[in-house]
T-cell receptor, first 112, second 114 residues
Framework: QKEVEQDPGPLSVPEGAIVSLNCTYS??????FMWYRQYSRKGPELLMY????GNKEDGRFTAQVDKSSKYISLFIRDSQPSDSATYLC????????????FGTGTRLTIIP | SAVISQKPSRDICQRGTSLTIQCQVD?????MFWYRQQPGQSLTLIAT?????????ESGFVIDKFPISRPNLTFSTLTVSNMSPEDSSIYLC???????????FGNGTRLTVT
């Protein structure tokens, strides 16, 4: 079993829809959770960074962490075609630990 | 955040040859990291490169296959040696701003080995 599981998709939704992207994990030591967005032929770009359980909002993006369920989510409101990309979840067990454990990524397409 | 430039952006190489990938950062950073992104797989850390010391390799990666240099605080190279088709992947350089923030990545080097 992988430490981090992420549905690879692909996921296609119409423009304006709410998108929910999810990861589950098995290591209860993980405390720092990140979401990266990766456009084709580009490197991963950090979107959201959260610590422990709870929600964090940034514009149209909301990151949610449920440590009791070992489950994290990224919600995208009012999705735009420019949101079409692969979304990677990542996590680590300590602050400043650059050895991140990544999910495989979910490929998202927003249909105009 | 730091601007990370990688060269080459892509290459097609023959089996048995070696390729050196360069990573340049626009500011001084203590640690630089090399990741591999294989098709359909998650990003995997290859090694951590500190200036002035030997790189630290993760399990499954060895110096003979992936030698790394870190001559100063803004530059690193990763060499993929004696390549086989299984080495076809995207290789990514990354840095953590101040060493206590999440990683930022370069655009990667897309390597195809024939």
């Amino acid at each position: 079993q992988k430490e981090v599981e992420q549905d690879p998709g692909p996921l296609s939704v119409p423009e304006g829809a709410i998108v929910s992207l999810n990861c589950t994990y098995s290591n209860s030591a993980f405390q720092y959770f990140m979401w990266y967005r990766q456009y084709s032929r580009k490197g991963p770009e950090l979107l959201m960074y959260t610590y422990s359980s709870g929600n964090k909002e940034d514009g149209r993006f909301t990151a949610q962490v449920d440590k009791s369920s070992k489950y994290i989510s990224l919600f995208i409101r009012d999705s735009q075609p420019s949101d079409s990309a692969t979304y990677l979840c990542a996590m680590s067990d300590s602050f400043g630990n650059e050895k991140l454990t990544f999910g495989t990524g979910t490929r998202l397409t927003i249909i105009p | 955040s730091a601007v990370i430039s990688q060269k080459p952006s892509r290459d097609i190489c023959q089996r048995g040859t070696s390729l050196t990938i360069q990573c340049q950062v626009d500011s001084q950073v203590t640690m630089m990291f090399w990741y591999r992104q294989q098709p359909g797989q998650s990003l995997t850390l290859i090694a951590t490169a500190n200036q002035g010391s030997e790189a630290t390799y993760e399990s499954g990666f060895v110096i003979d296959k992936f030698p790394i240099s870190r001559p100063n605080l803004t530059f690193s190279t990763l060499t993929v040696s004696n390549m086989s088709p299984e080495d076809s992947s995207i290789y990514l350089c990354s840095v953590g701003p101040g060493g206590n923030s999440p990683l930022h990545f370069g655009n990667g080097t897309r390597l195809t080995v024939t």
